[in-house]
């Protein structure tokens, strides 16, 4: 497998459960993220990771819990979600900057899972 | 905190030009982006230019930066229903790993 892979593709929770989130990148990365997509909003980042370690938590609630075991891997786990927290949760990797290289930025991004909270 | 701003909605005949606009208010952007996402798929990155330069031309695609009005397009020539897709706007400032910000994204419908 190449690129970044995310399951599942669609949850449908009830707001009592707890649930997880996965991805996976096969780039060789070291920079991970989470970003959240609501209709008609500015993609939201919620949280990066940079060599396993988080950088990044924009104000998130602590009802989103995520969780970087490696650097090929990122889990967002869920509890006691709210109906508003329904929208498509996407990962994405990056290079990190490495000496004397330049570094685009580009985000390497998955398809996403679409989340529904009942 | 850092604001990327584009309509929401842009639509156009096939084979007219498509322009998608932006602005930003973070002074210390450094790279500037657009990405495309095509339904049911993730961003997938389109081109970028850094804040040094002005203009940048790729195939059918034009970028244009306004650094002073903090204003950036995208030009689209000869529009595709291809290139019907969602279309984000995004800056970073320099660093090792980026903390990107995006816009709404501009969904752009091709007319046939």
């Known amino acids: 497998e190449t690129g970044v892979t995310q399951t599942p593709r669609h949850l449908v929770m009830g707001m009592t459960n707890k649930k997880s989130l996965k991805c996976e990148q096969h780039l060789g990365h070291n920079a991970m993220y989470w970003y959240k997509q609501s209709a008609k909003k500015p993609l939201e980042l919620m949280f990066v990771y940079n060599f396993k370690e988080q950088t990044e938590n924009n104000s998130v609630p602590s009802r989103f819990s995520p969780e970087c075991p490696n650097s090929s891997h990122l889990f967002l786990h869920l509890h006691t979600l709210q109906p508003e927290d329904s929208a498509l949760y996407l990962c994405?990797?990056?290079?990190?900057?490495?000496?004397?290289?330049?570094?685009?930025?580009?985000?390497?991004f998955g398809e996403g899972s679409r989340l529904t909270v009942l | 905190g850092e604001d990327v701003e584009q309509s929401l909605f842009l639509s156009v005949r096939e084979g007219d030009s498509s322009v998608i606009n932006c602005t930003y208010t973070?002074?210390?952007?450094?790279?500037l982006y657009w990405y495309k996402q095509e339904p049911g798929a993730g961003l997938q990155l389109l081109t970028y230019?850094?804040?040094?330069?002005d203009m940048k031309q790729d195939q059918r695609l034009t970028v244009l930066l306004n650094k002073k009005d903090k204003h950036l397009s995208l030009r689209i020539a000869d529009t595709q229903t291809g290139d019907s897709a969602i279309y984000f706007c995004a800056e970073a400032p320099s660093g090792g790993y980026q903390k990107v910000t995006f816009g709404t994204g501009t969904k752009l419908q091709v007319i046939p």
């Open positions: 973070d002074s210390s952007s450094t790279y």
């Open positions: 994405a990797s990056s290079p990190s900057r490495t000496s004397g290289g330049r570094v685009t930025g580009e985000l390497f």
């Open positions: 230019i850094f804040s040094n330069m």
